[in-house]
């Protein structure tokens, strides 16, 4: 136990009083000093991508770890994962071809947070947050100084571009899935030139991108037995994004956050959107009220629809044309997930078991 930890342990048990030295649960939702609950189920949250991820991180739960190495190793099987082409190694890349990766986590029983952004060449980005938080004065590196922090920790800097995904951007690059800030010719009004397809793209690929700019994440919460909590996210951002962009993964407080007497939630979606209403801390604030974890989810979907006015972003019916969903556990080990949009899954582990489960929604699906 760090020496921090062990602080933060004499605290809580000291905060809890009588109750907990009798085993007692209190509920510490409503902004109360921090408490040490016992027998809470433990529970690993993440998203849909993430089934792995929970098993992994509740295994290393099992065997001791604190529940931030948990997390880290859970999303690492993501970020390693070639054919993930939305986290880590095999991410798109932005409309550059390079590959420039996002990632934040905070620590419940620290307080502790570190994140990465618009990181290039580390397979595992999360792994840099990491350090950030162990090793630094900061909570947030970027760019060229968070790839020499990296290569100063040890993080091997490698070509993280993988060939499927340098393809899916030959083809976006090629005009046939673009979409926003950069034109096709036929959007500039230019002749169109017949697309001439690299060797070895297969038409599942070309399908995959006909029209649409995808997005991905990891993100994954989780909270142990004592209620202590965890949670990180990690991407590789919005497909083909001006290089520099940054999405709402490393923004502590949107892609994800942590306050160890209430819960952890993150997001994934629309960045943008999340940033724009500080989505993580927003679920954790309605949590703290007493709302539950499906509900705060929800709420912050709503603020979400309510601020987003801009035509380019409605559909027909004047709804949001993306989606976000949001994770979230209690402290008290409840959780629950929502997207804007009906369909949408998220992966848990509890009670030993891992399975993907139905996210609540605020809108049916159309099409
Ligand atoms: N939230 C991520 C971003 O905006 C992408 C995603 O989750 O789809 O960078």
């Known amino acids: 136990m760090s020496a921090n930890t062990r602080r933060d342990f004499l605290r809580t048990t000291t905060g809890a009083g009588v109750g907990a030295a009798l085993g007692m649960v209190p509920v510490p939702l409503a902004g109360s000093p921090a408490v040490l609950l016992r027998n809470v189920t433990p529970v690993c949250i993440a998203s849909s991508n993430g089934l792995a991820a929970v098993d992994r991180a509740m295994q290393e739960l099992a065997d001791g770890s604190y529940t931030i190495d948990a997390v880290v190793r859970g999303v690492n099987l993501v970020e390693e994962d070639p054919e993930d082409m939305s986290v880590g190694y095999g991410g798109l890349p932005n409309a550059d071809g390079v590959v420039q990766l996002d990632s934040s986590l905070m620590h419940g029983p620290t307080r502790g947070a570190g994140a990465v952004a618009c990181l290039e060449g580390v397979k595992r ?83 995959s991108f006909d029209g649409v700019r995808p997005h991905g994440t990891i993100n994954c919460n989780i909270v142990d037995r004592n209620g202590d909590l965890s949670s990180v996210t990690t991407t590789s951002g919005l497909a083909f994004k001006i290089p520099g962009r940054v999405g709402d993964s ?60 801009e035509d380019r972003l409605l559909t027909e019916a004047g709804r949001p044309a993306f989606d976000v969903n949001y994770y979230a556990v209690n402290k008290r080990g409840e959780y629950g997930a929502a997207a804007i949009y009906s369909g949408a899954r998220f992966a848990v582990n509890v009670d030993g078991r891992s399975r993907l489960e139905d996210s609540a929604y605020l809108f049916q699906r159309t099409s």
């Not at 922090?149 to 899916?168: C, K, N, V």
């Not at 046939?176 to 030139?193: C, D, I, N």
């Not at 160890?260 to 943008?272: F, H, L, M, Q």
């Not at 724009?276 to 604030?285: D, F, L, Q």
Request: glycine fraction near 12%.
């Open 250 to 309: 490393p923004i502590i407080g949107a892609g994800m956050y942590c306050d160890n007497d209430v819960g952890a939630a993150g997001s994934t979606g629309r960045g943008e959107a999340v940033i724009k209403t500080c989505g993580a801390h927003t679920v954790i604030e309605l949590m703290r009220q007493g709302t539950s974890p499906t509900d705060a989810c929800l709420e912050a979907l709503r603020r979400i629809v309510r601020w987003t006015v």
């Open 125 to 207: 980005p999360s792994l840099v947050a990491l350090d950030v938080m162990r090793y630094t004065d900061h909570h947030l590196l970027v760019g060229e100084g968070a790839q020499r922090f990296a290569a100063s920790m040890g993080h091997p800097i490698e070509d993280i571009l993988t060939d499927g995904a340098r393809r899916a951007w030959v083809q976006w690059r090629a005009g046939l899935g673009s979409a926003g800030e950069y034109l096709t010719p036929a959007e500039s009004g230019e002749p169109v030139r017949p697309f001439e397809r690299p060797e070895g793209l297969d038409d599942e690929l070309l399908d």
